[in-house]
């Protein structure tokens, strides 16, 4: 048969070159003119088949083998699948993987081509600039790369492909007939995948391919895993966040209930004085323009020159001054006023307290001032707070941070609100804030009945409450304690069982950008 080779391509014009290292292989050159295309790649099959027995003599496959090779490892079939794990998990059978040979040598591609075909889909590059420009556009499971080439070597390939992981580059195993270490090692560094030295082992390079495909499957199956559990990590994050402010809604609506009443008083004094007020003002608003009414009748007199009517007229309009304590009543005007005014901003401020605090939207994250904080949820929680506590503030100078004021605020109100109902008949609250170095510190105390030790461990877990049935959720420590997480701070209690309890909050002063 191999004289019929011999005879066939001396009939296309061609050469046959035999290079042959005992003990390690031979390496066969058919040179032909590029005429014969067709007929080269019979002539390669053929050549093959004539040479399996005699170059490669331990590699004629058993009936077991052949039925392992003719089932490649499952591979996808797209440059997309391969390079980036997909919404489908990978595709596990029916699919021939793709095999990119890349040599500038027709021939070595041809028995590379020859010794995969069976298997694998081959697609063929005679350049490195080739190779590349293919996977740009090709589906490839797996490279064959050759070292010496012109134009582009195989070093340069691996350098542009470690150069780009993002590209996620296929595998590539170096077919070259470069046998030193150093250039081993070399191309390994350049993230190769593996080594084989030409003239190549027609089973050696099967096993080597597949083992590979099947890695590059494996890492595609676990990239898809880990997407789809991120993907289901996301998700369930996201159902939390959606829980957690839906809490935050309805402990913020319990507390309003809570507050309710107090706030309907709040509201009521200033307006029940504003009312009385009024009437007052309204009062003198008679005497006064029962006074010009006289004030007008005089100069009408004057001007009649009726001495006698001027001199009635001065006499009424003192006894009227007299009457109606004009003086008291001119004094009186601006103080009654400024108290309409401030009773007036004190429901406004309420409102607006009561209007931040309920939104249903969760705030937004701004620079702010925790001060300003503090006292607006002061005026929310007064009427909790005013009749059995005496509220001593300290609030320290303090930096703008970026945070929620609208959360923090929540958590501030839990907490005061907290001392209040531990405070039984009468204690004292405060309130303290100051700037230690990067952080500010807020701190909440009280002098009331203080927390058994037993339960400080659950104090922040959800539902945890000594209060009676409908008096306590359970939610207000949990949900500050969340917030305050949120803002990457820190919340910690120290309690003494019939002296008091301090909560301190420490935040990281942000600033926006
Ligand atoms: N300052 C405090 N002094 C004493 N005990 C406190 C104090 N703050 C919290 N506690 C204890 O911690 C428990 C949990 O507080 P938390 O604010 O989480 O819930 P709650 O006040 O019971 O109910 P709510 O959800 O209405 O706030 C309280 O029931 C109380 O026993
Ligand atoms: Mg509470």
Not at 24 to 51: C, K, M, Y
Not at 192 to 208: C, G
Not at 265 to 270: D, G, L, Q, V, Y
Not at 324 to 341: H, K, M, S
């Amino acid at each position: 048969m191999a004289l019929t080779v011999k005879q066939r391509i001396k009939q296309l014009n061609g050469r046959i070159l035999l290079n042959s290292i005992p003990g390690t292989g031979s390496r066969f050159t058919l040179i032909l003119p590029q005429t014969g295309a067709a007929s080269v790649d019979d002539l390669a099959a053929e050549w093959l088949a004539n040479h399996q027995e005699s170059s490669w003599p331990s590699q004629q496959p058993t009936a077991e083998k052949t039925t392992r090779e003719t089932a490649p490892p499952p591979v996808n079939k797209t440059a997309e699948q391969i390079r980036t794990p997909t919404e489908k998990p990978p595709q596990q059978e029916d699919s021939r993987a793709t095999i990119l040979v890349v040599d500038d040598d027709r021939a070595n591609r041809m028995v590379a081509n020859a010794s995969l075909r069976k298997q694998y889909t081959i697609l063929e590059a005679e350049s490195g600039m080739q190779c590349l420009n293919q996977l740009e556009t090709e589906p490839v499971d797996l490279v064959l790369l050759d070292l010496m080439m012109p134009d582009m070597s195989g070093f340069e390939v691996l350098e542009e492909m470690k150069a780009h992981p993002e590209r996620r580059y296929p595998p590539v195993i170096v077919l070259s007939a470069l046998m030193d270490s150093k250039t081993i090692s070399h191309t390994l560094q350049l993230g190769a995948v593996d080594y084989l030295t030409k003239p190549f082992n027609r089973e050696e390079i099967l096993a080597r391919v597949h083992s590979q495909i099947i890695l590059a499957q494996r890492e595609l199956h676990l990239e898809y895993k880990v997407q789809q559990r991120t993907k289901q990590l996301q998700e369930s994050n996201q159902r939390l966040e959606e829980t957690f402010q839906q809490l935050l809604q309805s402990e913020k609506m319990a507390s309003i209930g809570q507050l309710a009443a107090g706030v309907a008083h709040e509201i009521n004094n200033p307006v029940g004085f504003i009312h009385s007020n009024l009437s007052t003002l309204s009062e003198y608003l008679d005497a006064i323009g029962t006074l010009l009414g006289n004030y007008k009748d005089l100069g009408q007199a004057v001007s009649e020159t009726d001495t006698q009517k001027v001199q009635l007229l001065l006499e009424q309009i003192n006894a009227l001054r007299a009457e109606e304590d004009i003086d008291f009543i001119l004094e009186d005007i601006p103080g009654l006023v400024a108290d309409t005014r401030e009773g007036t901003e004190r429901v406004k401020s309420i409102v607006q307290g009561m209007k931040a605090f309920s939104r249903a939207d969760d705030g937004e994250m701004a620079e702010a001032d925790i001060n300003a904080g503090i006292e607006a949820t002061l005026k929310v929680v007064w009427n909790e707070l005013k009749y059995k506590t005496e509220v001593h503030k300290s609030l320290g100078a303090l930096p703008k941070t970026f945070c929620n004021l609208n959360q923090l605020n929540q958590a501030f109100t839990n907490l005061l609100v907290n001392a209040a109902h531990a405070i039984e008949e009468h204690g004292d609250i405060d309130i303290r804030t100051q700037q230690v170095g990067d952080e500010i510190i807020i701190e909440i105390a009280d002098t009331g009945s203080g927390i058994e030790s037993k339960h400080l461990q659950s104090l922040f877990d959800p539902f945890f409450t000594t209060k009676p049935v409908g008096q306590g959720t359970g939610l207000g420590l949990y949900l500050s304690y969340e917030i305050i997480q949120k803002h990457r701070g820190s919340i910690d209690v120290q309690s003494e069982v019939g002296k008091g309890t301090r909560f301190t909050i420490r935040l990281p002063i942000v600033s926006a950008n």
